[in-house]
């Protein structure tokens, strides 16, 4: 290719709403172009590198019995609803009516349409396990979308889905599937990607992981011990958090004028945050009320209350709910609230620690030492004791009891145990041995192609470009000629071009005959993997020069022997590429 005719150019300057790195060198490289907020075209070089990403995944998926297949992006409502989604899943999914006045949506993921699809094909156990996958366009109507490619509402995902029929057989395939994705982030060039318990959100099901592209911009917040024996997200991270056991002291009601956070009450009172208790009031879309009670010096996860409550929303409560409970709000104690109104969630961290600092349902006023088996009476047989703590940095380890390290990472593929969550609901069934009819297992396995281009970037780039791996380079090979005036310059460079062409060598060929300094900050922008420049002070050398963009190789290689050395180059890389494989 000629950068001549090259469509997409190279931009000096960064876009005014670009937070990460990759979103400045993806449009000023020349590989995407916004359209809309989360929506991008691809140019040529974009693409290039999307399809070497998406065959990485098809060799992988194929090499795993994986068999594609293509799945529509508009779909009827009723499919939805037949799932139990259309009704639970918010906004993000974007739904619409047809010239037929028919409800529709554009899918954001296609677990009814695959069991729709298979429905009709497969019945009997002796089709299964089986597992097919596709690469397609979805859509998620994502309310801030930022950081160009990593949080998008059109973009390119694989999702594979597995049938089986047995738990067995389901858990084999699964680890098989984590296996070969362990392999296809190698082969993208991601250095750094860790494989994480998750929660299973919208997609329901058993289990999840979600495999983690470590990035400084990242989304995600991921907790690990130091030995790396427990990996979660924050979502579900849990530690062991050392609770005060102490001998309960009287409680004494105590006044606290105008002392409503926790911060101002544990500094009147002259104690830690560690030694309050914390109340959080939600509510649901039926209006009804949660109470959670945490230690004072630990957020209360959403997540995970939302899980244990088996909801997909909730929202904080108003003063009017809360003092309907007979609670009082910012003064709020669980002790004689009426247990009939209000649905009580004890973390751990409170209902174990002794002689806490609570509200006294009055205003003006909290209790000293709290106990929780001491003071709730006979509220304490009617209260859901979960963990519902937000994990920190520096908790000791529920595994190892070392502090927790916390890193943030760009989310590139996920993996879901989704047991019969859909099956059953769509009546997607099998034939056993004995005739029986029964719900056929099913995982799901989604890998998002335009987050791995750019977490790659994120992981390997300099102040001047991406420096992209062989693997999925848009060109390995970008010839630079200097003062193409010169009529050897010129003939060598040609010469050269058509050369690595005719070797099947992906080559770039920049042609434009402009200055150095111009030519070196496009061919940094665009990040091939190696430079061969061509230019009169070479040439007096008879020399060309050998560099690559990461800085580990910079030769002077004899003009007659450039063309089998940069083979042999890319040959023997190739060759460690695969093996490594």
């Avoid at 190279?10 to 937070?19: G, L, T, V």
């Avoid at 309310?143 to 390119?156: H, Q, S």
């Avoid at 002291?249 to 002259?270: C, M, N, R, W, Y």
């Avoid at 041995?433 to 970037?457: D, F, Q, T």
């Amino acid at each position: 290719m000629r950068m001549s005719q090259l469509v997409g150019r190279q931009i000096k300057e960064a876009p005014k709403d670009a937070e990460t790195m990759s979103h400045i060198f993806l449009v000023r490289g020349g590989y995407v172009r916004p359209v809309s907020a989360g929506i991008y075209s691809l140019l040529p070089l974009g693409r290039r590198i999307a399809a070497k990403i998406e065959n990485i995944i098809r060799e992988e998926m194929n090499a795993i019995g994986g068999q594609e297949v293509l799945m529509p992006v508009v779909l009827p409502a009723e499919m939805w609803r037949e799932s139990g989604r259309y009704e639970s899943v918010g906004p993000e999914l974007l739904r619409f009516r047809d010239r037929n006045d028919k409800n529709m949506l554009l899918a954001m993921t296609h677990e009814e349409a695959v069991v729709r699809l298979v429905r009709g094909e497969i019945s009997s156990h002796k089709q299964l396990p089986a597992m097919v996958y596709q690469i397609q366009t979805k859509y998620r109507d994502e309310a801030r979308p930022r950081g160009g490619l990593i949080r998008v509402r059109e973009f390119t995902m694989k999702d594979a889905y597995s049938f089986h029929a047995t738990r067995d057989c389901l858990e084999l395939y699964y680890s098989r599937v984590h296996h070969a994705y362990t392999q296809i982030f190698k082969r993208v060039g991601l250095r750094s990607v860790l494989s994480i318990q998750s929660d299973t959100g919208m997609m329901g099901g058993g289990s999840a992981h979600e495999f983690m592209a470590l990035a400084d911009c990242g989304e995600d917040i991921i907790f690990c011990s130091p030995d790396g024996k427990y990996k979660a997200n924050r979502e579900i991270a849990r530690t062991a958090i050392v609770l005060d056991e102490s001998e309960p002291e009287p409680l004494e009601k105590v006044h606290t004028p105008g002392k409503q956070s926790i911060a101002d009450v544990a500094e009147f009172l002259g104690v830690p945050e560690r030694k309050t208790g914390k109340a959080v009031f939600y509510t649901d879309n039926d209006d009804r009320l949660y109470f959670a009670v945490i230690r004072g010096d630990i957020e209360v996860n959403e997540t995970k209350l939302r899980n244990h409550l088996g909801l997909s929303e909730i929202a904080f409560a108003n003063d009017h709910q809360i003092r309907a409970i007979g609670a009082e709000p910012g003064y709020a104690s669980p002790m004689n609230v009426d247990a009939e109104k209000v649905r009580i969630i004890f973390d751990h961290s409170a209902r174990e620690s002794a002689n806490l600092v609570v509200g006294a349902n009055e205003p003006d006023y909290h209790y000293k030492n709290f106990n929780f088996h001491r003071d709730m009476g006979e509220l304490a047989g009617r209260v859901d004791v979960v963990d519902i703590a937000t994990a920190r940095e520096g908790d000791p380890c529920p595994v190892t009891g070392e502090p927790l390290q916390m890193f943030r990472g760009i989310e590139v593929g996920n993996i879901f145990d989704l047991g019969t969550k859909y099956s059953a609901q769509m009546d997607l069934n099998f034939l056993d041995e004995n005739g029986k009819a029964r719900p056929v297992l099913m995982g799901c396995y989604g890998i998002g192609v335009g987050r791995a281009m750019a977490a790659v970037i994120e992981q390997s780039h300099d102040k001047s470009g991406p420096i992209w791996p062989l693997s999925i380079a848009p060109f390995q090979a970008h010839i630079c000629a200097l003062d193409l005036g010169k009529h050897e310059v010129r003939e060598t460079a040609e010469k050269l071009y058509e050369d690595l062409a005719a070797d099947g060598i992906e080559v770039l060929f920049d042609d434009r005959n402009n200055k150095a300094g111009f030519t070196f900050a496009d061919a940094d922008l665009i990040g091939v993997p190696y430079r061969l420049t061509v230019s009169p002070r070479n040439l007096a050398q008879d020399v060309i020069e050998l560099k690559s963009r990461d800085g580990s190789l910079k030769e002077m290689v004899p003009a007659g022997e450039i063309r089998e050395h940069v083979r042999a180059l890319l040959g023997r890389l190739g060759q460690k590429i695969e093996e490594k494989d």
